[in-house]
């Protein structure tokens, strides 16, 4: 299976109905198509509203695929995460796809290191390795130790960024989602991020993901993705 793509998108479409608009139908995504194999960090590249994070979105499984197919290599398996059920698409995202969002989402009153720890425990690591992983992590990220038995929800933007970050590169995932994973951060921990794509892509990763720094995307991109917005809104 070493030739077999971590990922091939075909024909992939993604049409909103606004219900709140009289159901008036807004297509984004139209015919997309590409492969990514392992150790490849591709970036989607685009004007703002050209559909970049809803591409990413779909191939998490939090939209649906209007039409195409997402083959996502699982093991000795490729599954199709636009038909898959949806628990074969949580199945997937506790240890084949990762997805850092721009921004943090937990559960309130649980603390930083749990809140890392998390993904890690769930993709069947012990607790104490769980937790290893997390504080090596938070500590590679700067994330000053003080913080780490504290709940989040108070963080500045680029400390919730950091915790974000953590959670998602705690697990090697054969594939992993990066949405602006730089956005609120400064020079030193963006070098931070950079080495963490670096290695991820070392060990066979594939990467996809939205970078709107260039000096990021130019360190850590091997190719790019143009998602162009679409002229005309959907019949
Ligand atoms: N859940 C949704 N319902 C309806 N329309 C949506 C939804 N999500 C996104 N859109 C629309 O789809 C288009 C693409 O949005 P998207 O966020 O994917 O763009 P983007 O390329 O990531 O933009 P940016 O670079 O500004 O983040 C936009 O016109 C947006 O309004």
Request: charged fraction near 20%; include cysteine.
């Amino acid at each position: 299976m070493t030739d077999v793509p971590v990922l091939a998108v075909e024909g992939l479409s993604k049409t909103f109905t606004l219900h709140l608009q009289g159901a008036r139908r807004l297509s984004v995504l139209d015919g997309v198509s590409f492969v990514l194999h392992r150790g490849e960090c591709l970036a989607l590249v685009g004007p703002s509203g050209a559909g970049k994070s809803t591409l990413m979105r779909a191939l998490y499984g939090n939209y649906l695929a209007g039409a195409g197919r997402i083959l996502v290599r699982d093991g000795d398996e490729v599954v199709d995460l636009a038909a898959a059920t949806p628990q074969r698409v949580l199945d997937l995202r506790r240890r084949t796809i990762g997805y850092v969002s721009q921004f943090l989402r937990v559960i309130p009153r649980v603390p930083t290191l749990a809140i890392v720890a998390e993904p890690a425990r769930r993709a069947g690591l012990s607790d104490g390795e769980a937790i290893a992983r997390a504080r090596s992590l938070l500590a590679r990220l700067n994330l000053p130790e003080r913080l780490w038995d504290l709940p989040p929800a108070t963080f500045s933007g680029g400390e919730q960024q950091r915790v974000n970050l953590a959670r998602g590169f705690a697990v090697p995932y054969p594939l992993l989602l990066l949405d602006e994973p730089t956005a609120s951060l400064d020079p030193p921990n963006r070098r931070v991020v950079i080495g963490l794509i670096e290695e991820a892509k070392a060990r066979g990763a594939a990467i996809i993901g939205i970078f709107h720094d260039a000096e990021v995307r130019e360190a850590v991109a091997t190719r790019t993705l143009s998602v162009l917005p679409l002229a005309a809104e959907a019949a």
